[in-house]
């Protein structure tokens, strides 16, 4: 799948997919925009309560028999669905190029890492195993049962949704849980389209179920009294609202939010090697549209010349193009009205006086939601532009004096997501690794959400893990046994 004809033509007819048909919503048709060109590709209704609720029924239905599938069976299975999205990466990437502008290159390295991280969980699924606890060995046997939760309300933002669907919808099959997935309003194509592949796969009727749709819908889904779990990945603001909606009925959550993630890039690295990746990994790759890129990038003072000059120059340099082109480095933002937020952000900084605008931060003159990457020089880390997450193309730069004082603006926003550490020095790539209040730090590098990571952060950007065994744990709760085998004093029972 390389163009958005195609991408286009196999696009699902509807918002949902329950049971096992893609099942159109009733509301008003909405129009659904690809930003590469801000023509209209679709016009349909989004899911409403009605779907909602068939969808938490299907889940609910099909649980018993879920649960009590052999593990060796779900783990064959599994491995059979990460078959289907590497047979189908193609077709799929092309859908979330078409939704969202990732360009397609990336697009298909998401969908490809999605089929990872459920090969990743089939592995598991088999070796799902508790305990026994020595109460009292002879006279009571008392053992522990890890068990699925039941129906997980997945919901997922619209900056990469077939991986942000994976590191949910696997870990939560493989635990032998029932999963009702929300995309978001903006994307909700490539989750239906997968939907319906996985089930053509012998994925089971109600397993999983998809509805496209908004906030409102997502609501309803999380406060169904037919849910027993929530996994959410989006903003801070909707974040909490789910938390709150969540504990009024003690339902277990994973909330995945924002970040204002940092990069402290130490003198012994070559600073023009340096302020390139600098602007590629933090306001270029998906137009700097995700939650754990290093959107702050922070320099000792010997080298931030040198860098900020390498990060203006190669901001000169980014393939801006056309999502679907395979030599496009950067595609465009997922909305006129993100661009237009965004646009107003690089306004409000430069107005402010957060930093020095020394790049991008504009329209790229071409139909479409495109924008130049926005280099803010000098940026004074208490100003907004340091401290709130833009969710676009924009890199903050700021000189720091020693590792102290790095390591004291890393860790002052109200974030807790990711850390990245440029070095060459081993003790200091360790021990600044150790002190950032971060929980995904990356060494000279960016990791790519391998699945055996737990990957997940604090403080306001959520809480609870994805990947590796930590994150099969948020799946399943544990149930003691005790057995009496002889009554106190040694009778019989
Ligand atoms: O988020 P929103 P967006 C974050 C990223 C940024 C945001 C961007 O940091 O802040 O996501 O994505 C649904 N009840 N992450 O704009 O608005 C909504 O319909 C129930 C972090 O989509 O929060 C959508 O499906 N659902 C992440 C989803 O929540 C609600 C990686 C997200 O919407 C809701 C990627 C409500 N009240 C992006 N309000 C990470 N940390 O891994 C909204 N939704």
């Known amino acids: 799948m390389t163009n958005r004809r195609e991408a286009e033509a196999v696009a699902p007819k509807a918002t949902s997919f329950i049971g096992q048909d893609e099942v159109p919503g009733a509301g008003e048709p909405l129009a659904f925009v690809h930003p590469g060109d801000g023509l209209v590709y679709a016009e349909l209704p989004l899911a409403g309560p009605a779907e909602v609720d068939a969808a938490v029924a299907a889940a ?34 092309g859908l979330v190029s078409l939704e969202m502008g990732m360009p397609v290159r990336a697009s298909v390295a998401g969908v490809t890492q999605a089929a990872e991280w459920f090969a990743h969980y089939a592995g598991w699924a088999d070796k799902i195993t508790g305990g026994t606890v020595p109460v009292a060995p002879g ?19 619209w900056n990469g949704p077939v991986i942000a669907l994976a590191l949910k919808v696997a870990p939560a099959l493989a635990a032998g849980n029932c999963v009702v ?11 239906v389209r997968l939907a319906a592949l996985l089930a053509s796969a012998g994925l ?6 998809v509805v496209g749709s908004g906030p409102d819908v997502g609501e309803r889904l999380v406060g169904h009294p037919g849910v027993d779990m929530i996994s959410f990945t989006g903003g801070d603001r ?25 990069s402290l890039v130490f003198p012994d690295v070559d600073p023009a090697r340096a302020g390139k990746l600098g602007l590629v990994l933090g306001a270029v790759q998906n137009s700097g549209q995700g939650c754990f890129l290093p959107t702050r990038l922070l320099v000792h003072r010997d080298i931030y010349p040198a860098v900020l000059d390498a990060v203006v120059a190669a901001a ?11 030599g496009t480095a950067m595609g465009p933002v997922v909305s006129e009205a993100a661009a237009e937020r965004i646009l107003g952000v690089v306004s409000a900084a430069a107005s402010r006086g957060d930093g020095r605008l020394v790049a991008g931060g504009a329209r790229v003159d ?40 790095a390591v004291a603006l890393a860790n002052g926003t109200r974030y807790g997501l990711a850390g990245y550490v440029w070095t060459a020095d081993l003790a200091t790539a360790h021990r600044v690794a150790d002190r950032l209040d971060a929980g995904y730090v990356s060494v000279n590098g960016m990791a790519g959400l391998p699945p055996g990571a737990p990957f997940g952060g604090w403080k306001a950007s959520g809480r609870g893990t994805e990947g590796g065994l930590d994150g099969l744990r948020e799946y399943l709760h544990t149930k003691n046994v005790h057995v009496q085998l002889r009554a106190p004093g040694g009778a019989r029972p």
């Open 238 to 262: 909707a974040g909490r609202v789910v938390g709150r909606a969540a504990a009024d009925r003690h339902v277990p959550t994973v909330l995945e939010l924002g970040g204002k993630s940092a």
């Open 139 to 157: 006279a009571v046997h008392d053992y522990t049962v890890p068990g699925p939760r039941g129906v997980v309300a997945a919901i997922i933002p």
């Open 366 to 405: 071409r139909p479409g939601s495109y924008l130049t990457p926005a280099v803010f020089a000098d940026v004074d880390p208490a100003s907004p532009l340091a401290q709130e997450e833009v969710f676009g193309p924009v890199l903050a730069l700021t000189p720091f004096q020693d590792e102290d004082h």
């Open 60 to 93: 609910r239905d099909a649980f018993p028999a879920w649960r009590a599938l052999n593990p060796a069976a779900r783990r064959d299975l599994l491995h059979r669905l990460a078959g289907v999205l590497r047979e189908h990466s193609g077709e799929l990437a």
């Open 181 to 191: 997935l929300k995309p978001s309003e903006l994307a909700p194509f490539s989750s």
């Open 204 to 209: 089971p009727e109600g397993v999983l179920s």
């Open 316 to 326: 000169g340099e980014v393939r801006i193009g056309d999502p679907f082109d395979q």
